[in-house]
């Protein structure tokens, strides 16, 4: 090395190494936003989605499965829909996440793209859990 070229210094706190993301974890972030858009598109405001089953009369004597889907917005707080509405955010969370346990009551939280299960479920009470 020459005299005359100055020296390199290398700084003494080397700030840590940040890893990619897994493929795995990059495409459940994708998938997150796809259903977070989708259900705001379906209903707008839409921050979450529980799904309850039920058991309904369909007033055959035969009972019917079905789920009890409410929609949550920002607070935390119930979303009004119409029936359709409701319909079709419960038939498209099933679709987009059938890794869920549906055969009890369910949270998916859109913001984080978490499943947990759900709190206690208050049912009217023309279905039964």
């Known amino acids: 090395m020459h005299?005359?070229?100055?020296t390199l210094q290398l700084p003494t706190a080397v700030a840590p190494v940040?890893?990619?993301?897994?493929?795995?974890?990059?495409?459940?972030?994708?998938?997150a936003g796809v259903i977070a858009r989708q259900?705001?598109?379906i209903v707008?405001?839409?921050?979450?989605?529980?799904l309850a089953p039920v058991v309904l009369d369909d007033g055959t004597g035969r009972p019917?499965?079905?789920?009890w889907v409410y929609l949550i917005g920002a607070e935390g707080a119930p979303i009004s829909a119409s029936a359709e509405e409701f319909t079709a955010a419960g038939r498209?969370?099933?679709?987009f996440r059938p890794d869920a346990d549906w055969t009890r009551p369910t949270t998916y939280d859109a913001r984080t793209g978490t499943l947990r299960p759900a709190a206690a479920v208050d049912l009217p009470d023309e279905v039964a859990a």
């Open 3 to 6: 005299d005359d070229q100055p």
């Open 18 to 31: 940040r890893t990619a993301p897994s493929a795995a974890d990059q495409k459940a972030t994708l998938r």
């Open 39 to 41: 259900l705001d598109a």
């Open 44 to 50: 707008p405001g839409t921050r979450g989605i529980t």
């Open 64 to 67: 019917r499965r079905g789920w």
């Open 92 to 95: 498209f969370i099933k679709r």
